[in-house]
């Protein structure tokens, strides 16, 4: 009763919790009890709470601490919704972006540490394991990265690759991020190659890393060949071949009497003998007693280049042998030496000839009976590289040396260049085959190509491409293919033959057929365009009961360049969708009419079928209709047929109760010029171009061939039918000239070929071409030939003999041989 903690108010004077902040660690709870008096003073640092118990009242007050303690702190660990939390309250730990870990709730305790409800926190940096380039990359550095840490993507040198880096970046996500580049093959350097005078190494060439090549031994070396191999540092592995350089073989002329040389030499030990090697040089002379040149000579083994010696010794000078081909060893012979005459190149001795002649002490040989004949060249064909489709040779068979022959372009080409024939003349010496009189040098084969080809053995149909074929000459091949809108089937290659016509496997190349589309045929729209092949025509129009005009439609290549389609003629804004097509506008006209057609429907079709004539009578050229079949009441259309083109609108008719047709006239057709099959080939001519559908014409055989004439007709698909003639050109009469024209060539020649015109042996002048005409002569200007000097080939040389006046003749002219004063 006696209220002395009134007088004494320790508590409420003294706001300890508020104003020591080591209350939030140690917290006092208000336990002595005092009046209601102590309400009126509150602390600011608690929240206090009160009960009542008897008669008296009494206040217990409590104070929730703020936790500053017990906060989880590390890296990676995100303690922001654990700020400001008092006793009681519970917050969330996370780990951060970049770490791992699972989330924990911590809970703030009456003595102001946060704890852990359960576990602590546990928060695990973030190690990156993808988003790395796969293939020949190095990424060992990047092997246990974390967020945020940057690492390096190289191009593996230990496979072979150049060097090259790339940063990548790890994420928070655990992913890389970065952006490397294709890598590159290392190629081994030139200078690490296999080297050596004696290997071929150009095979090492741009070799990357892991390639190999082969190094053989190098021209005049020998020995096996050896592979490298590049390796991944770049540089070739591999063992060297063994090669040993070659020797020359020694010529058999340096072994003749009064030749020397430095061209072998004898091991005095072992008597082996060594030859020139590879790349060395070595000479050849004349031994003491004999007179000639010294040749330096060069071993590209095995052969050994430069020229061969000739040693001459003195000669006698007066009966040498001699004669057309005559030649000897007889120079430089002394009396009582014997020499042996022989026959140049060229030539071959005569039959029982003894060529073995003696110096006589007179300064005169005695001979015996000895001679040469011409020997017989090759036939030109024979020899590689004249064996030539291009060229038609001449005379130049069984040709003896000396003599003439000539070639020429053959049929189906010309000269590449001016001349457009060659005068060859006989070389049948060893070295030799055929001499070029013209030029003046070794004879090469005449320089031809081949001519256009301008038509083909069969007719080109609509349909046909056959642009690949322009411009082919003789030999030349090519192929005709199918035009948008078309198909092709078979065919192969064809030859641009001789003659200036294509031959072969010919194609057949039909035009694709264009759908029906729905809105052709929805209500009230009829056409007449079933089974309608590219370029030809047809009519959309209305049925009986709608109104609405003609549609003139064509089946065309669609828009995409190889589909057909129908398209409005004429065409103004196709954009190749066939449900977009300009249509007849057909309305109804009333629902009785469309009963009546409906009704119409259910008749028997073929009503008006006996009247059909009536419509399009036989005499009407290239009207057709669409009444076949149809039902009483029913719609059709007369219009044109393939092959002909309207004049103005077709016209409508319609199948009566009467069996009848009502309708009145037939449109105007006209017959479209036919532009594909016309005849072809050689000599061919026709009066067939302007021809319309069902028009006939002839194709026959022009001036200068002949053949039977044949009839070709224009269908409705714009091709003609039939078979062109065989034209055979007419050989012109031979040529009738002076002995010094040459006019072989002109022999057996037919209309429209060329031929050379020119000079006999013995003569010199151009060569002209004449050309066998239509009227079956040749047309042309003759040569001028002037005839040739002789020189003094086969005149004696013996100085006991006058040749005066034999070294000014020309070709059949004479003169003497006279014993000297």
Known sequence: ?????????????????????????????????????????????????????????????AFAVMCVSGIPWGRGVDVSDCTSKYSGESCVVRCSSGYTGQNQTYRCGETGVLEPVGDGISCVVQTCTTGLPTGPYDVST?????????????????????????????????????????????????????????????????????????????????????????????????????CRIKQCDIPGEFEAVGVGHTCSSINAITKEVTNVVHGRWCRSRCSQGYTG??????????????????????????????????????????????????????????????GVATCQANGRFSTGNFGCVPKTCPDLKSITGWNLDSITEYGCSGLKHGRYCFTMCAQGYRPAASTFWQLLECDASESGSYYDVYEDATATPLQCVGTECRSFQRSIRRGMDKSGCDGKTTGETCQITALPGYTITGGGDLTCSPNGVFQGDFPTVSPKTCDIVGAMTSDGVRNTCQNKKSGQY??????????????LLQCTVAANGNDVAFVAVPLSDFSGDATTLPLSDCTIDGGSSRRLESASIRRLTGHCDADINNIAPSTTTGVTSDCLGKASDESCLASCADGYMITGDPVPYTCTAAGTYSGTGVPTCSAIECTGGLPSG????????GKGTDQTCTASCGAGYTGTATTFTCGSSGDFTGTSPTC?????????LDAKYLTSGCDGKTTGETCPVGCQEGYTGDSVQYTCSTDGTFMGTLPTCTPKACGTTGVPTDADLSTTGCDSLVTGQTCSVQCAN
């Open 1 to 61: 009763t006696t209220p002395t903690v009134a007088t004494t108010p320790m508590v409420a004077t003294t706001p300890t919790v508020a104003t020591t902040p080591t209350l939030a660690t140690t917290p006092i709870l208000a336990t002595t009890p005092t009046t209601s008096t102590l309400a009126t003073t509150p602390s600011t640092s608690a929240q206090p709470t009160a009960s009542t118990t008897g008669r008296s009242t009494t206040e217990v007050v």
């Open 142 to 242: 990047c092997v246990g990265k974390t967020s945020g840490q940057w690492c390096t993507v190289g191009c593996d040198q230990n496979q072979g690759y150049k060097s090259a880096n790339y940063f990548y970046w790890c994420k928070d996500s655990g992913e890389f991020q970065g952006n490397a580049q294709s890598c590159e093959k290392v190629v081994c350097p030139w200078w690490s190659k296999p080297r050596g005078a004696d290997i071929d190494n150009s095979k090492c060439d741009n070799i990357e890393a892991g390639g190999t090549c082969v190094v053989p031994c190098a021209e005049g070396y020998e020995g096996d060949s050896t592979t490298y191999t590049c390796n991944n540092a770049g540089r070739f592995e591999g063992e060297r071949p063994t």
């Open 293 to 354: 040149r010294i040749n330096d000579h060069e071993c590209q083994a095995p052969t050994l280049l430069g020229d061969m010696p000739s040693c001459e010794p003195r000669v006698c000078r007066r009966g040498l042998p001699s004669g057309q081909g005559v030649t000897s060893d007889c120079a430089g012979r002394h009396t009582g030496q014997t020499c042996t005459a022989t026959c140049t190149d060229g030539y071959q001795e005569e039959e029982d000839a003894n």
């Open 538 to 551: 047809c009519w959309t129009y209305c049925k009986r009961g709608y109104s609405g005009s003609f549609t």
């Open 682 to 689: 050689t000599g061919v001519s026709h009066d067939c171009s």
């Open 728 to 736: 055979t050109a007419n050989t012109c009469t031979a040529l009738s």
